[in-house]
Structure formats: structure tokens, C-alpha cells
């Protein structure tokens, strides 16, 4: 491969960190392109080259990386599958970096290595380095712990929705964790140092922390709240989860605990014992920055309504780059999650059990934490369950507080209900820095049938 890169693919560039690594990896000097489902409807700025491709098809997809030098895949988990083909055309097209979707726990380690939830990703770093041993392909792995803003944001590490905090075990197990940006800033830095980062694990971390320090300072940041910490033991959280994934019942309930398991179980690597970040020019987290994060969750986001919606078999949905989703006709709503930080207006547990044992008429039109804010929601109305085809919405404010009857109208009006439902939705959530706006679209008229 030549010492000095200048062509670099993207692939999965709309997801949590494709989306920050299309960011970081426009800023640099390389030539860049992205691959795009065939049929997919994702947009990406008129300076990126972009290339619709079958990701099935080993031969379109060794036509579109000739001449490329480093292949970056940041494809979501539930199609990770499809990177053996993606990996194969790479050789075939004579590319000489793959990084394949990582992004998270250290599965080098070999206790992390059977975490099942791991499978996928152990069979694709496998495959990758039986290439790279033949002299085919060389490889970097990307290991970065659980994100560190994304985890707050959406209580995955400590759950401090209502002030009633679960720690884990003891809740002292330091482990390491990124934020989403330093993340994206990594990647496009390997590029650069690509003898440095020839065939192993990259560590990136902006923190080492526990949960018991992130309570700490999630406290300081809402003191004057009722606090009731409880503590769970992992290994038996584990042990139920697994039964669970055994009987084939894919809920994220049934993942986390094993996620958490090599997050904060020592032994399992989750306290990386070395860093690149120096290698590749990054910087350190403190934890003031996460003091303020905790601030603008708890103190700023109080009337923030959160409906998180998962499918029990996340295997049958297939998701494109352009959040696409579908899903057989029986699949069933997982689970409503509703923190209300300690200011309940609604009584959530009548409507989780009836969502958990209603099957849907459709696809379900929420999935991946999809987050609506209260600013969505006017005369007790879901806004984006009354827009017309392709109209966009934007939020542009917050609330302060959460209708009374706002829940049934959601399950009757964007929950699949007599016959009403979404076939195809399309959620092309993304931030505005500079209006704090969230704005995304939908392909089908709820308001209509």
C-alpha cells in the first residue's frame, strides 16, 4: 500500500459514528467517497463523492473501491454480517486498510471475546486477520468503550432516569470511554499513521471512570433531587439475559447486561491498559465535561419525553444508511421506556404491558432510540404524526411539561392501529449546533386511514 494515502472510502456514514467520522474525514486532505445503498434516500453534502452500490454484490462493490487505499465501515451492528463481502471486494479491488465496525468494547480481550453479543464482530476480526496473515489485506481495530456523551445522554452506563440509579455490582469498576467526536477524530487520523496502526487494536480513550464517580458527579449536577440507588449483582443480570437470548428473544434487555459485563466485570479489558490517543493527536475528556453533561440531561431536559421503541427480533429487520427499516408483520413492540426525571405526568405501566403484547400491523415507525422532544409535541399532538409526506419537522423548543393524554394519542395515532401504520419510515435524525434543532422526515401521512 502506498506510504501516503489518498483515497478513502466511507461505508454506514449516517449512523452514530458515521456520521461524526463523515465530519472529521471531509476536513482532511484525502479524497473521500462514500457508499450508498442502492435505493437508499440518505444526502450527504455536494462535495462528497458519493456511490450507490448492491453491498450484496462482491463485483459492484470491488468496481466502486478501485483505487481506493483504506476502506472505513462504521455499518450498524444488525447487518455486520454483510462485511465479509465488503472486506472481499476490498481485496479483490487492492485495498490495503479495511477497518471493519468496532467501536466499542475491547474484544481482544479473551473473556470479552465469548461475550455473545460479540459473535459477529469476533467472526469478522477473525476473517480480517486470516486476510491480512495471507498477505491480502492489512486491518485496524477501533476500540473506544462505551461512548462517553452518548451514554449519558441516553442513561446506558448508570440509568438516572426518575433519580433511581442502578450501579453494578459495587459500582467501583474503573473503565474507559470515548466521546462520539473523539471517535470520528480517530478515524480520520489512522489514515495518516497507517504503518503505526498496521494489523492491531487501536485504544481510544477520553476518560477512565466508574460508575459510582459518574453517580457522584450526576448528584452534584441535581442536588436537591431524591436520590435512591439500588445495586444489582452483573453475573445474575447476565445469567437472566442469557436465558432469554437462549429462548431467542432479542430484546435490548436481554443485550445490555452482557454489554455492561465487559464494560465494568474485571477482567474483561473494559480499563483499556494503553491509549492512542496521543499517537493520533487527541486529547482527554475530564471530569468537568462530564459534570456538565449531567447538568444539561438532568437540569435542561426535564420536560424531555423519551420514547424508545425496540423490535423483539432485531435479526428479521434489514436497516440501510438512510434508517429504512423494515419488518415482518408480526413483529411486536418491545418495550416503551418513558423517564420522566422525576417529574411524572403519566402512569407508563398499563401502556408498557399493552405495547409489549400487541402485535403491529406494520412496521413499527421507531427504532435505535429514536428521541422526540417535547417541542415536537403541540396540542397534545405528536407533530410528526401530522405532517404529510416528506415535509420535514423541526423542534425548535422545549416544553416544560408533558400533556396528560399525550400517551394514548401516541399509541393511536403513531403506533400501528386499525389498519394505521407505517410500511417504510425514514428517520434522518441529526442535531443542529446551531439552533439545538432536531429535524427529520416521514414517508408516510399517519393523519391519513
Given at each position: 500500500m502506498?506510504?501516503t494515502?489518498?483515497?478513502?472510502?466511507?461505508?454506514?456514514?449516517?449512523?452514530?459514528?458515521?456520521a461524526?467520522?463523515?465530519?472529521?474525514?471531509?476536513?482532511?486532505?484525502?479524497?473521500?467517497q462514500?457508499?450508498?445503498?442502492?435505493?437508499?434516500?440518505s444526502?450527504?453534502?455536494?462535495?462528497?463523492?458519493?456511490?450507490?452500490v448492491?453491498?450484496?454484490?462482491?463485483?459492484a462493490?470491488?468496481?466502486a473501491?478501485q483505487?481506493?487505499?483504506v476502506?472505513?465501515?462504521?455499518i450498524?451492528?444488525?447487518?455486520?454480517?454483510?462485511?465479509?463481502?465488503?472486506?472481499?471486494?476490498?481485496?479483490?479491488?487492492?485495498?490495503?486498510?479495511?477497518?471493519?465496525?468496532?467501536?466499542?468494547?475491547?474484544?481482544?480481550?479473551?473473556?470479552?471475546?465469548?461475550?455473545?453479543?460479540?459473535a459477529e464482530?469476533?467472526?469478522?476480526?477473525?476473517?480480517?486477520?486470516?486476510?491480512?496473515?495471507?498477505?491480502?489485506i492489512?486491518?485496524?481495530?477501533?476500540?473506544?468503550?462505551?461512548?462517553?456523551e452518548?451514554?449519558?445522554?441516553n442513561?446506558?452506563?448508570?440509568?438516572v432516569?426518575?433519580?433511581k440509579p442502578?450501579?453494578?455490582?459495587?459500582?467501583?469498576?474503573?473503565?474507559?470511554?470515548?466521546?462520539?467526536?473523539?471517535?470520528?477524530?480517530?478515524?480520520?487520523?489512522?489514515?495518516?499513521?497507517?504503518?503505526?496502526?498496521?494489523?492491531?487494536?487501536v485504544?481510544?480513550e477520553?476518560?477512565?471512570i466508574?460508575?459510582?464517580?459518574?453517580?457522584?458527579?450526576?448528584?452534584?449536577?441535581?442536588?436537591e433531587?431524591?436520590?435512591?440507588?439500588t445495586?444489582?449483582?452483573?453475573?445474575?443480570?447476565?445469567?437472566?439475559?442469557?436465558?432469554?437470548?437462549?429462548?431467542?428473544?432479542?430484546?435490548?434487555?436481554?443485550?445490555?447486561p452482557?454489554l455492561?459485563?465487559?464494560v465494568?466485570t474485571?477482567?474483561?479489558?473494559?480499563?483499556?491498559?494503553?491509549?492512542?490517543?496521543?499517537?493520533?493527536?487527541l486529547?482527554?475528556?475530564?471530569?468537568?465535561?462530564?459534570l456538565?453533561?449531567?447538568?444539561?440531561?438532568l437540569q435542561?431536559?426535564?420536560?424531555?419525553?423519551?420514547?424508545?421503541?425496540?423490535?423483539?427480533?432485531p435479526?428479521?429487520?434489514?436497516?440501510?444508511?438512510?434508517?429504512?427499516l423494515?419488518?415482518?408483520s408480526?413483529?411486536?413492540?418491545?418495550?416503551?421506556?418513558?423517564?420522566?426525571?422525576?417529574?411524572?405526568?403519566?402512569?407508563?405501566?398499563?401502556?408498557?404491558?399493552?405495547?409489549?403484547?400487541?402485535?403491529?400491523?406494520?412496521?413499527?415507525?421507531?427504532?435505535?432510540?429514536?428521541?422526540y422532544s417535547?417541542?415536537?409535541?403541540?396540542d397534545?399532538?405528536?407533530?410528526?404524526?401530522?405532517?404529510?409526506?416528506?415535509?420535514?419537522?423541526k423542534?425548535?423548543?422545549?416544553?416544560?411539561?408533558?400533556?396528560?393524554?399525550?400517551?394514548?394519542?401516541?399509541m393511536s395515532?403513531?403506533m400501528?392501529d386499525?389498519?394505521?401504520?407505517?410500511?417504510?419510515?425514514?428517520?434522518?435524525?441529526?442535531?443542529?449546533?446551531?439552533s439545538g434543532?432536531?429535524e427529520?422526515?416521514i414517508?408516510?401521512?399517519?393523519?391519513q386511514?
Amino acid at each position: 500500500m502506498p506510504s501516503t494515502v489518498q483515497n478513502v472510502t466511507l461505508v454506514g456514514a449516517t449512523g452514530n459514528v458515521g456520521a461524526i467520522a463523515l465530519e472529521k474525514l471531509a476536513a482532511t486532505k484525502h479524497n473521500l467517497q462514500v457508499l450508498r445503498r442502492e435505493g437508499s434516500k440518505s444526502t450527504f453534502p455536494a462535495s462528497i463523492k458519493v456511490i450507490d452500490v448492491d453491498f450484496t454484490s462482491e463485483p459492484a462493490l470491488t468496481r466502486a473501491l478501485q483505487g481506493q487505499d483504506v476502506v472505513i465501515s462504521t455499518i450498524p451492528a444488525e447487518v455486520a454480517g454483510l462485511q465479509t463481502t465488503l472486506i472481499d471486494a476490498a481485496i479483490a479491488a487492492g485495498v490495503g486498510r479495511f477497518l471493519p465496525s468496532e467501536f466499542g468494547c475491547n474484544i481482544e480481550n479473551p473473556k470479552a471475546r465469548q461475550v455473545p453479543v460479540f459473535a459477529e464482530k469476533v467472526r469478522i476480526e477473525d476473517y480480517l486477520k486470516q486476510k491480512a496473515a495471507a498477505g491480502l489485506i492489512s486491518y485496524t481495530f477501533v476500540f473506544n468503550g462505551p461512548f462517553l456523551e452518548w451514554g449519558i445522554e441516553n442513561n446506558f452506563v448508570i440509568n438516572v432516569a426518575g433519580f433511581k440509579p442502578r450501579l453494578l455490582d459495587d459500582g467501583k469498576a474503573i473503565f474507559s470511554s470515548a466521546n462520539l467526536e473523539t471517535v470520528g477524530r480517530a478515524l480520520a487520523a489512522i489514515p495518516d499513521h497507517l504503518e503505526a496502526t498496521k494489523n492491531r487494536a487501536v485504544f481510544i480513550e477520553d476518560i477512565k471512570i466508574s460508575q459510582e464517580r459518574l453517580l457522584a458527579l450526576a448528584k452534584q449536577a441535581a442536588p436537591e433531587k431524591p436520590w435512591e440507588v439500588t445495586y444489582a449483582k452483573t453475573e445474575d443480570l447476565v445469567k437472566v439475559a442469557g436465558e432469554g437470548l437462549a429462548k431467542g428473544i432479542f430484546t435490548f434487555d436481554n443485550i445490555a447486561p452482557f454489554l455492561h459485563q465487559a464494560v465494568v466485570t474485571p477482567g474483561y479489558g473494559g480499563n483499556f491498559d494503553k491509549s492512542d490517543n496521543e499517537l493520533l493527536g487527541l486529547g482527554h475528556s475530564s471530569e468537568e465535561f462530564v459534570l456538565q453533561q449531567y447538568k444539561k440531561l438532568l437540569q435542561h431536559q426535564l420536560g424531555i419525553f423519551n420514547l424508545f421503541l425496540y423490535l423483539v427480533s432485531p435479526p428479521t429487520i434489514y436497516q440501510d444508511g438512510s434508517g429504512h427499516l423494515t419488518a415482518p408483520s408480526t413483529s411486536h413492540c418491545a418495550e416503551l421506556l418513558m423517564p420522566d426525571f422525576g417529574r411524572p405526568t403519566l402512569d407508563a405501566q398499563p401502556a408498557i404491558s399493552q405495547l409489549r403484547n400487541r402485535p403491529t400491523s406494520s412496521t413499527m415507525c421507531c427504532m435505535n432510540r429514536v428521541q422526540y422532544s417535547c417541542g415536537c409535541v403541540k396540542d397534545s399532538k405528536f407533530e410528526q404524526c401530522e405532517q404529510r409526506k416528506d415535509t420535514p419537522v423541526k423542534c425548535d423548543k422545549i416544553t416544560r411539561s408533558v400533556p396528560e393524554n399525550l400517551l394514548s394519542y401516541c399509541m393511536s395515532h403513531c403506533m400501528p392501529d386499525k389498519g394505521r401504520g407505517l410500511t417504510k419510515a425514514n428517520f434522518q435524525t441529526h442535531k443542529n449546533g446551531e439552533s439545538g434543532q432536531v429535524e427529520f422526515s416521514i414517508l408516510k401521512d399517519l393523519s391519513q386511514g
